[in-house]
């Protein structure tokens, strides 16, 4: 598995979607952003942990 970022870099790449009006829901993220997906999971145990801890939910 190629994760290119860490999890900070994830957190702050979740935190500009969501301030930018783009749409956090999972289905989205993982077509738009499939690396942005990827590198959350390998970091956070779901996508739902992965926006609690970059405070969007």
Not at 15 to 27: A, T
Not at 28 to 49: C, G, I, N, T
């Amino acid at each position: 598995m190629d994760i290119t970022l860490d999890a900070d870099q994830v957190l702050a790449r979740i935190r500009q979607l969501h301030s930018e009006g783009n749409s956090v829901n999972k289905k989205q993220v993982k077509q738009k952003d499939p690396q942005l997906m990827r590198s959350a999971l390998f970091y956070f145990p779901s996508w739902e942990h992965a926006l609690k801890n970059a405070e969007i939910m």
